[in-house]
């Protein structure tokens, strides 16, 4: 008997997933919804490009650098919620490449390097048990004037994912961390808006050519 989307995505994320309280993932119910009704009312070709994760890629203009992308982001999620709503929001559109943006709210939740990892390795399980020949591209925890205080942790836990990508040629680690840093050594004020946290149009701007130098 063929497994559903939902019944694979759920076999292979076991593993993180009893680690969770049940109700855990309930609260992205309602958004988690939206973006499956906003899918199916317009149904992006399969094969496409995917973006994936938390707010920054939630809040992303992606008609400019990847026109036809299918954004599934929702804001304030850590890897383990992309990839227990996977079977639901990337696999049944068979994408075949995904730009992955989470990590950042791992880390602000006390989140050790080592979890950042292995929970990436379990995104990267389940979506390569569907679709082994999707290309994953793992955009690095952004230094950000909010969080600057937690620039060594991700730091240490961009160094453990970028160990995982080079080891898979199905993966590659994109570097957001140089492009943001001024001269002094710290994220440039204005890649901001106002909170410090999520990035100005000036940011989305270095993402943009970023994304596009990876498309081939």
Not at 35 to 59: M, V
Request: hydrophobic fraction near 40%; proline fraction near 6%.
């Amino acid at each position: 008997m063929r497994l559903s989307l939902t019944a694979v995505a759920s076999l292979v994320a076991v593993s993180f997933a009893s680690a969770q309280q049940p109700d855990s993932f309930a609260k992205w119910e309602k958004e988690i919804a939206g973006i499956e009704k906003r899918l199916t009312d317009a149904p992006p070709k399969k094969g496409g490009t995917l973006f994936a994760g938390s707010s920054s890629i939630r809040l992303w203009k992606l008609q400019e650098p990847v026109p036809g992308a299918i954004n599934v982001g929702f804001g304030g999620s850590v890897i383990r919620d992309s990839t227990h709503f996977a079977g639901r929001i990337v696999l049944p559109h068979e994408p075949a490449r995904i730009f992955f943006y989470a990590g950042d709210n791992d880390v602000a939740s006390k989140h050790t390097p080592e979890q950042v990892r292995d929970d990436f390795q379990a995104f990267v399980k389940l979506i390569h048990a569907k679709l082994p020949k999707t290309r994953i591209l793992y955009l690095a925890i952004k230094p950000s004037l909010k969080r600057w205080e937690q620039y060594e942790t991700q730091k240490s836990a961009n160094a453990m994912v970028k160990e995982v990508c080079e080891k898979d040629e199905r993966l590659t680690y994109l570097d957001t961390v140089t492009i943001m840093l001024g001269k002094d050594g710290k994220p440039m004020p204005e890649l901001f808006v106002k909170d410090g946290l999520h990035m100005s149009e000036k940011g989305y701007a270095l993402w943009n050519d970023l994304v596009k130098n990876h498309l081939k």
